[in-house]
Nanobody, 125 residues
Framework: QVQLLESGGGSVQAGGSLRLSCAAS???????MGWFRQAPGKVREFVTA????????YHADSVKGRFTISRDDAENMVYLQMNSLKPEDTAVYYC???????????????????WGQGTMVTVSS
């Protein structure tokens, strides 16, 4: 079992940046990792994911060119660098891990077995 803990959320003005961190309780080198978000009153949606090797990344169209996912397997950490933030990026952001992630399932919530508790990001206009 993997426990995930997100941090780094907060309030920022539109156009600003935030870096979210996800700390895993165990080794993540055999896991693919992803970030999802859930805005108030909306369903949880895929944001970005990174393969076990780190060679493949996937992004939702809404964050392409603005958000970057990265991983540090030595530290069992995953990061989400968010630039050019918009008010519509306001949401609770969740880190998640997946054993079997592919180009056909990276966006689906059921692909991910373990989830963190989330960290709130608020972007004001």
């Amino acid at each position: 079992q993997v426990q995930l803990l997100e941090s780094g959320g907060g309030s920022v003005q539109a156009g600003g940046s935030l870096r979210l961190s996800c700390a895993a309780s165990g080794r993540i080198r055999r896991l693919s990792m992803g970030w999802f978000r859930q805005a108030p009153g909306k369903v949880r949606e895929f944001v970005t994911a990174i393969s076990r090797s780190g060679s493949d990344t996937y992004h939702a169209d809404s964050v392409k060119g603005r958000f970057t996912i990265s991983r540090d397997d030595a530290e069992n950490m995953v990061y989400l660098q968010m630039n050019s933030l918009k008010p519509e990026d306001t949401a609770v952001y969740y880190c998640a891990s997946a054993l079997l992630l592919s180009s056909s399932n990276y966006y689906h919530r059921l692909t991910y077995e373990y989830w963190g508790q989330g960290t709130m990001v608020t972007v004001s206009s």
